[in-house]
């Protein structure tokens, strides 16, 4: 069997249908379901059976878990970067991490588990998945801080010596619309698009770079995914791996991306950005994959533009979600 947490959120449904396309249906769900829509997420999905967090804990703690256990995917976390309820955090994403950790690689199961570029900060040093360096990171939000604590308990215990933690960058695609604010703002400019045809997006205020030329490292999860099943494909790899393209684009890029798949002229409106998160924004992120590319995954990744044009064309304006069929 293999357990995927937060398997009814967006990249865990992403991985659970990658699994049903290669006949992979022993899958225990484990999440919390709570009052939002990404029960949706699990409708087209094969599995055993669905556990809520809670209980799913409980029953290791208890040494209740019947059956023979192959993988832990473990994306199961509060990833708000606007949270400020610092103990739930700590709680929800770190303890519940350690407990998790503690029991796979005691019984040997294979354990693959999302840390975030949130870990990184301000970057100052660069996007490198250097785990010496891990120590000088200094992440600017408390989600990013505690998915740092547990890579550098992770470090400390040597679990990363027998375990795959990857640094998810700026995903983005199918069924993520349970996400409110957390959204991509693929989906974002998407509405936008189909409401006023104009897309917003903040103006720079750093002379270095001109309104919308702010740059991320935007991954289709599609990719994202394929990756992540590389490491579960070759569980002798363990460490810390950049998850991201390796390209840095533009919101500009982005948002034009939204409007060729829409087959509509870009327009595009700059605005002001709220002083509250001016001090937290990120100019610049770009994944350096090279541990990943050394660690034998050679796949090619999807340029931005493809990747915007599926998801606008077979999922948005479709209304449609991953399925595990071909």
Known sequence: ?????????????????????????????V???????????????????????DDFLEMIITDKLNGSIEAVFHLGA???TTETNASYLIKNNYEYS???????????VRFIYASSAATYGEAESGFKDDLEKIEN?????MYGYSK????????????????AGLKYFNVFGPNEYHKADMRSFVVKAFEQINTSGIVR??????????????????????DAVEMTLYFYDNPQISGLFNLGTGKARSWNDLVKAVFAAMDKKPNIEYIEMPESIRNQYQYYTEADITSLRKAGFDKE???????VKDYVQNYLQKNTYLNGVD
């Open 137 to 141: 990171l200094r992440p600017l939000n």
């Open 201 to 222: 997006l903040f103006k720079s205020y750093k002379p270095e770079y001109a309104d919308g030329e702010q740059l991320r490292d935007f991954i289709y999860v599609k």
């Open 301 to 307: 990744i999807t340029t931005l533009e493809n990747a």
């Open 98 to 108: 350690k407990l998790l950790a503690q029991w796979a690689t005691a019984d040997n």
């Open 78 to 80: 509060c990833s708000d």
């Open 1 to 29: 069997m293999i357990i995927v947490t937060g398997g009814a959120g967006f990249i865990g449904s992403a991985i659970i249908a990658a699994l049903n396309k290669r006949q992979i249906t022993d899958i225990l769900v």
């Open 148 to 163: 740092q604590l547990f890579d550098l308990w992770a470090r400390r215990a040597g679990l990363l010596k027998n375990i």
């Open 31 to 53: 999440d919390e379901l709570g009052t939002d829509q990404k029960w949706k997420n699990l409708c087209n999905l094969s599995f055993t059976d669905y556990v809520e967090k």
